[in-house]
């Protein structure tokens, strides 16, 4: 087993260096990791000021709870780090009495076993679920969704590894270190160029992660207020929720 001090310590440093030039190979230690496209890393130092290199923007009307509710749908691709991402905004009626200026926001981390199919070894759909209830009930409210954090950032195949050595006995952080991925790779540049683009610097963060309120601020976005986003234990992610708030830190 590896302290669990240190496990903390290097998943926040991951957070704190994941746009830092000379601790990206640290970071991303193994082959298989999804990389920058560019081959240039120094470009990284600058990419708060780098453009999109595509937007598109259409009227997404979904089927949630019984209900057809209309979202607007953003879809961009980053100049830099060259990937894509989606962003969807619900805008309620306007309160009278207290106008919201302040979005809630939702950044998710795509979860193909969650999202899709619903697996019951992660809360990813349940915490989506939550999310979108919050959200097309709030005045002002987004969910931003990075296909490429699958697997807090190590991608689809590691993760399935991962998932095979917790079925030898390890838990989420020790099954990556078994296989030599970060325990959390997941960057928030894009997300928080993502909330400016659209004019909200100052957001309530939908999440139980602290490090994910840490890692918006270094990118520029305020968090004035964490909207918990807990989930009911079901048997098989007992022990994956456990591990998140006994080791990440994660206020479960
Ligand atoms: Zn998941």
Redesign the pocket.
């Known amino acids: 087993m590896t302290d669990a001090l240190d496990l903390e310590e290097t998943a926040l440093e991951a957070y704190e260096h994941a746009g830092d030039d000379s601790d990206w190979d640290r970071v991303i230690p193994f082959p298989g990791f999804p990389k920058l496209k560019t081959g240039n890393r120094s470009t990284l130092k600058n990419s708060e000021n780098a453009k999109f290199v595509d937007i598109a923007s259409t009227v997404l009307p979904i089927e949630f709870q019984g209900q057809e509710v209309q979202l607007e749908a953003h879809a961009f691709e980053d100049e830099t780090v060259s990937f894509q991402a989606m962003a969807v905004v619900h805008r309620g009626k306007p309160s009278t009495t207290s106008p919201q200026n302040v979005p809630l926001v939702r950044v998710h981390?795509g979860?193909v076993?969650?999202?899709i199919f619903h697996?019951l070894?992660?809360?990813?759909?349940a915490q989506l679920q939550l999310s979108l209830d919050k959200i097309v009930n709030s005045e002002l409210g987004i969910i931003i969704y990075l296909p490429h954090h699958e697997?807090r950032g190590i991608g689809l195949v590691n993760k399935i590894k991962a998932y095979a050595e917790q079925d030898r006995g390890l838990d989420t952080v020790d099954a990556n270190v078994s296989i030599g991925a970060p325990i959390d790779a997941r960057d928030y540049q894009l997300p928080a160029k993502i909330l400016k683009h659209l004019g909200y610097e100052s957001i309530r963060l939908l999440s139980n992660n602290p490090a994910k309120f840490k890692a918006l601020a270094k990118h520029g976005i305020e968090v004035m207020e964490q909207v918990e986003t807990k989930t009911s234990p079901c048997e098989h992610n007992a022990r994956y929720l456990s591990t998140k708030r006994d080791r990440m830190d994660h206020l479960l």
């Open positions: 981390s979860c076993t969650g999202d697996s070894r992660c809360d990813c759909y697997g």
